[in-house]
């Protein structure tokens, strides 16, 4: 069994700051892919931001020189930074990860979300 567990969001007034995590648990042989989606009420899931286990980095243009994704591979954990955050960045965040298990299967796995509200 694999598990995603985050944690971090919360209500935080515009142009404040807030520090999502993820930690991946479990039956574990390898992590690829890690990353954040967001779904905002009445919007479809969209990517926010991943990190390869090499390190490459993508953003969506929206949060470009906002937010910071990292990993520590040791950890099996992904963090968020979100900084200068705006009303249209309250959304439900969610981790995702490509895990390879013990048994050697390779699939994405969800953490159960957590709530980012951002006042104005």
């Known amino acids: 069994q694999v598990q995603l567990v985050e944690s971090g969001g919360g209500l935080v007034q515009a142009g404040g700051s807030l520090r999502l995590s993820c930690a991946a648990s479990g039956s574990i042989l390898s992590i690829n892919v890690m990353g954040w989606y967001r779904q905002a009420p009445g919007k479809q899931r969209e990517l926010v931001a991943t990190v390869t286990g090499g390190g490459t980095i993508t953003y969506v243009d929206s949060v470009k020189g906002r937010f910071t994704i990292s990993r520590d591979n040791a950890k099996n954990t992904v963090y968020l930074q979100m900084n200068s955050l705006k009303p249209e960045d309250a959304a439900v965040y969610y981790c995702?990860?490509?895990?390879?298990?013990?048994?050697?299967?390779?699939?994405?796995?969800w953490g159960q979300g957590t709530q980012v509200t951002v006042s104005s």
């Open positions: 995702n990860a490509a895990i390879r298990d013990i048994w050697l299967q390779l699939r994405d796995y």
